[in-house]
T-cell receptor, first 113, second 114 residues
Framework: DMKVTQMPRYLIKRMGENVLLECGQD?????MYWYRQDPGLGLQLIYI???????SEGDIPKGYRVSRKKREHFSLILDSAKTNQTSVYFC????????????FGEGTRLSVL | KTQVEQSPQSLVVRQGENCVLQ??????????LRWFKQDTGKGLVSLTV?????DKTSNGRYSATLDKDAKHSTLHITATLLDDTATYIC?????????????FGAGTQLIVIP
C-alpha cells in the first residue's frame, strides 16, 4: 500500500520549544520533500532530500533543519520554534525524474503559541 | 514573486454542472504541469500531468489542456459531484532542474452544492 505517513497530525508548541516532525514512506522513493502551506499561498519548499544524507535547502530553509538517515524516513526539526512557523507542513516523496508525481502525506498542523 | 496564478480563487457550482479552472504561469523553463486535488485537511492527490505543447489529458470526469506558448492550462470538471468539493492546485515543474523544483499555485477552492 503506497503511502506517506506523517506524525504527529496535530501539534501545539510554545515559542522557543523544539519541534520534531516525522515522515515515512514505504515505496523506497529516493527523493523526499518538506513543504509548508499557508492560507492564500502555494506550497513552499523548505528542504529536499535526494537520498540518505543528501539534503538541499529549498526556498525557505531558515529556522529549519532536516535529517535523513534511512531512505524511508525524513525528519523536519525546528530548533526554538517561532510563532511565524505556525503552519501546515507536508511531506512528499517521489522516484527520481522530472515528471515523477510526488506522493503527499496528509500533513501536520503545527501551532506555535 | 508568484509564478503560478490560478483563477478563480473560489467557485460555487450546483451538482451536475460543469466547471473550468484556469492556471497561468511564468515559470521558465517549464517541463511539465500537474493538477492536484486537495480535500479539506488532507494531502494533495495528483489528477493529471501535461508535458508537451498542446497536450490534452482525460481522467474520468476530469480533463485538462496545456498551451505552452501561452503558459496556460485549464482543468475541466464535467457533471460535478458533491465529492468534487476541494481545492485544486496547479503545479509547474522546471525543465531539467537538478532540484526537481515544483512551483505551486495557491489553488482554486471549488464548492459543489446540492
Amino acid at each position: 500500500d503506497m503511502k506517506v505517513t506523517q506524525m504527529p497530525r496535530y501539534l501545539i508548541k510554545r515559542m522557543g520549544e523544539n519541534v520534531l516532525l516525522e515522515c515515512g514512506q514505504d515505496m523506497s522513493h529516493e527523493t523526499m520533500y518538506w513543504y509548508r502551506q499557508d492560507p492564500g499561498l502555494g506550497l513552499q519548499l523548505i528542504y529536499i532530500s535526494y537520498d540518505v544524507d543528501s539534503n538541499s535547502e529549498g526556498d525557505i530553509p531558515k529556522g529549519y533543519r532536516v535529517s535523513r538517515k534511512k531512505r524511508e524516513h525524513f525528519s523536519l526539526i525546528l530548533d526554538s520554534a517561532k510563532t511565524n512557523q505556525t503552519s501546515v507542513y507536508f511531506c512528499a516523496s517521489s522516484h527520481r525524474g522530472d515528471n515523477q508525481a510526488p506522493l503527499f502525506g496528509e500533513g501536520t498542523r503545527l501551532s506555535v503559541l | 514573486k508568484t509564478q503560478v496564478e490560478q483563477s478563480p480563487q473560489s467557485l460555487v457550482v450546483r451538482q451536475g454542472e460543469n466547471c473550468v479552472l484556469q492556471c497561468n504561469y511564468s515559470v521558465t523553463p517549464d517541463n511539465h504541469l500537474r493538477w492536484f486535488k486537495q480535500d479539506t485537511g488532507k494531502g494533495l492527490v495528483s489528477l493529471t500531468v501535461l508535458v508537451h505543447e498542446n497536450d490534452k489529458t482525460s481522467n474520468g470526469r476530469y480533463s485538462a489542456t496545456l498551451d505552452k506558448d501561452a503558459k496556460h492550462s485549464t482543468l475541466h470538471i464535467t457533471a460535478t459531484l458533491l465529492d468534487d468539493t476541494a481545492t485544486y492546485i496547479c503545479v509547474v515543474g522546471d525543465r531539467g532542474s537538478a532540484l526537481g523544483r515544483l512551483h505551486f499555485g495557491a489553488g482554486t477552492q471549488l464548492i459543489v452544492i446540492p
